[in-house]
Every structure is written in C-alpha cells, then in structure tokens.
C-alpha cells in the first residue's frame, strides 16, 4: 500500500474517530439533561464543557429563527457529519492530485506524452474536480 494511501485512510479512520467521539459526548450530554442529574457535580459538568463550543453558536441560531432550542444536539450532530463527510472528500481530492502528479513525473517517455504536460492536466482536473464538487 502506498504512503497516500495510508495517509488517507489515517485521515478517514481520524475524522471518524473524532466524529463518534463528539457524538457520544452529546448524546451523554442530553442524556444528562434529560435525567434531571444535578449540574454541579463533575461529570455533567465536564461533558457541557467539552460539548458547549459545539451546541451553543447552533443555539443561538435556532433561537435567532425562533425554533426550539432544545433541538440544538441533534442540529450538531448532521453538521459535525456532514463537516466531517467534507473533510474526507477535500482529503482525498487533495492526496489523489498528489498521487497523479507522482505518477505523472516518475512515469517514463517512451509513447507517453511529456511529464510536464501529463502533470498539468493533473493538477487541472484536481481543481476542476474540487470547483463542481462544491457548487
């Protein structure tokens, strides 16, 4: 396996990781919540820490759209996987224009066309792909 290969799947098993993470600990935090468990002793104290940076901005937005705000954990958890799902395709977009332009330099002439312009189109068709899959 190759070094941007493994690279990339350190990158997705990361994001994943991280992902599953910050959604067991909102799901702790609403568990929490819906418990009744007294706020001041040290775990749910902790976990409002750790989760406060994500649930509070999307809070402010509900209550800014006057929805429920009680709905803020479940917003957070679709954006961190939708953050996370476009982490890994920019990673990937990024390592795969890496891996052509490799191949491309380290290929030799014979019947192919020149390195330089083989790299080109490589880098080309990376950016081109990156424009239409964010449009």
């Known amino acids: 396996m190759s070094v941007i290969a493994l690279l990339y799947l350190f990158i997705t098993w990361g994001v994943t990781a991280v992902i599953v993470a910050v959604i067991l600990?909102?799901?702790?935090?609403?568990?929490?919540?819906?418990?009744?468990?007294?706020?001041?002793?040290?775990?749910?104290?902790?976990?409002?820490?750790?989760?406060d940076p994500l649930i509070m901005p999307v809070r402010r937005v509900l209550v800014a759209f006057r929805i429920d705000p009680r709905a803020a954990p479940f917003i957070a958890v679709i954006l961190i996987i939708v953050a996370g799902?476009?982490?890994?395709?920019?990673?990937?977009?990024?390592?795969?224009?890496?891996?052509?332009?490799?191949?491309?330099?380290?290929?030799?002439?014979?019947?192919?066309?020149?390195?330089l312009s083989a790299m080109s189109s490589m880098v080309f068709s990376g950016f081109t792909r990156w424009q239409f899959s964010f449009a």
């Not at 600990?25 to 750790?50: E, K």
């Not at 395709?89 to 191949?103: K, R, S």
């Open 85 to 115: 799902y476009l982490i890994v395709q920019v990673a990937g977009g990024v390592l795969n224009t890496v891996a052509g332009i490799i191949f491309a330099l380290s290929r030799d002439g014979s019947a192919h066309p020149s390195p």
């Open 25 to 51: 600990l909102i799901v702790l935090r609403s568990l929490f919540n819906y418990m009744d468990v007294n706020p001041f002793s040290w775990s749910p104290r902790t976990v409002g820490r750790a989760t």
